[in-house]
């Protein structure tokens, strides 16, 4: 009778662990193959695009009510250009190319003019991750968004 229990409990127990093991697979966080994100920063004037010095763009995450919103704003432009490694900046929580987007931030830190946003790829509403990257290497991906633009 009571290696009946024994195995009774044994089998029980068994079958649980199965169920655990496969649940933990079916959740397991998807791979985040956009680690680096590059992009422009122009200022149009008199139809012209002017690479901007000091503007910044911002990375936003956002899962659903339950999970805090999550944002990194990017290095100031140089020459136009900033570059971002999100796999050192964003949570694992969040995958890269589903949960985020980026966005324009703020304008170059010059005063006058090229202050005001435009939606021009994106810059306004968000530009998707999901796009395939350019592999750099087995690891490493980087994908380029924009180019965003003041006016």
């Given at each position: 009778?009571?290696?009946?229990?024994?195995?009774l409990?044994?089998?029980?127990?068994?079958?649980?662990?199965?169920?655990?093991?496969?649940?933990l697979?079916?959740?397991?966080?998807?791979?985040?193959?956009?680690?680096?994100?590059?992009?422009?920063?122009?200022?149009?004037r008199?139809?012209e695009?002017?690479?901007?010095?000091?503007?910044?763009?911002?990375?936003?995450?956002?899962?659903?009510?339950?999970?805090?919103?999550?944002?990194?704003?990017?290095?100031?432009?140089k020459?136009?250009?900033?570059?971002?490694?999100?796999?050192?900046?964003?949570?694992?929580?969040?995958?890269?190319?589903?949960?985020?987007?980026?966005?324009?931030?703020?304008?170059?830190?010059?005063?006058?003019?090229?202050?005001?946003?435009?939606?021009?790829?994106d810059?306004?509403?968000?530009?998707?991750l999901?796009?395939?990257?350019?592999?750099?290497?087995?690891?490493?991906?980087?994908?380029s968004?924009?180019?965003?633009?003041?006016?």
């Amino acid at each position: 009778m009571a290696i009946t229990r024994f195995f009774l409990a044994s089998m029980v127990v068994l079958a649980f662990l199965g169920t655990a093991s496969a649940d933990l697979e079916d959740h397991k966080p998807e791979d985040n193959t956009v680690k680096r994100i590059q992009a422009m920063i122009y200022c149009r004037r008199n139809g012209e695009l002017i690479k901007t010095e000091g503007a910044t763009a911002r990375v936003s995450c956002f899962v659903d009510v339950k999970v805090k919103p999550f944002t990194v704003i990017s290095p100031p432009t140089k020459g136009g250009y900033f570059y971002m490694d999100l796999e050192k900046l964003v949570p694992f929580r969040y995958n890269i190319k589903k949960d985020c987007k980026v966005y324009l931030n703020e304008p170059a830190s010059t005063p006058g003019d090229c202050t005001i946003p435009t939606n021009d790829n994106d810059g306004i509403d968000g530009a998707s991750l999901d796009k395939p990257p350019r592999k750099l290497n087995e690891d490493t991906s980087l994908l380029s968004v924009g180019p965003f633009v003041y006016v």
